[in-house]
């Protein structure tokens, strides 16, 4: 891979941890802050954090049109957890002036879950990175309650999707990150 071809968005949420497991599997990675910093990027990782607020800053630093541009573009998306909210197609229980980037026919609900409180890591079966089972932790997860026909479930949690891929994106409601496992980040970049 070329140098800067990954980006995350780097407003708020888990961009630190992604940013190491990228380069630890050999991507340059660029954080994203501004619509210039989208110039000459193959894929994009929106990260888990908190959803309304990361909409609100996409908003105030101007980045929606020049992400809608860059994904119509044929830029890729990874999305963990309050990432995969923003990249639905519908979001249920969101603000109604909320981000909806529209990249997956999935619809999600947000803190499906629960409070912090309920949140916990778990060992999930995903038959696309192999065995053992990927240790991934659910905090205030969404749920998605919905796929299109395009919409690949590739695992599921408590009979919900977890983990889904459409075409070159790739949605997560819960966070591998924060674990360390890099296998669904490998998995992306070789979606790429």
Do not use: W
């Not at 708020?12 to 000459?40: F, K, M, N, T, Y």
């Not at 999935?106 to 999930?124: C, D, P």
């Not at 919900?160 to 591998?176: D, N, Y």
């Amino acid at each position: 891979m070329s140098p800067a071809e990954i980006g995350v968005l780097a407003l708020q949420g888990d961009v630190r941890e992604h940013r190491e497991i990228l380069e630890r599997c050999g991507a340059e990675v660029r954080a994203v802050r501004l619509p210039a910093d989208l110039e000459g990027l193959r894929a994009l990782v929106i990260p888990g954090g908190e959803s309304t607020t990361m909409s609100r800053l996409i908003q105030r630093f101007d980045l929606l049109g020049p992400l809608q541009e860059a994904f119509a573009r044929g830029m890729a998306a990874m999305t963990t957890c309050a990432g995969t909210i923003l990249a639905a197609r519908e979001i249920r229980d969101g603000l109604t002036d909320q981000v909806r980037l529209g990249l997956l026919d999935i619809v999600v609900r947000r803190n499906a879950f629960g409070r912090q409180r309920e949140s916990a890591e778990v060992l999930l079966d995903i038959p696309a990175v192999g065995e053992p089972p990927v240790l991934v932790a659910f905090i205030r997860a969404p749920a998605i309650e919905e796929v299109g026909p395009e919409v690949e479930v590739l695992a599921t949690y408590r009979d919900e999707p977890a983990a889904v891929r459409q075409g070159r994106h790739l949605a997560l409601t819960f966070h591998p990150e924060i674990t360390g496992d890099p296998r669904l980040h490998r998995m992306f970049l070789k979606m790429l």
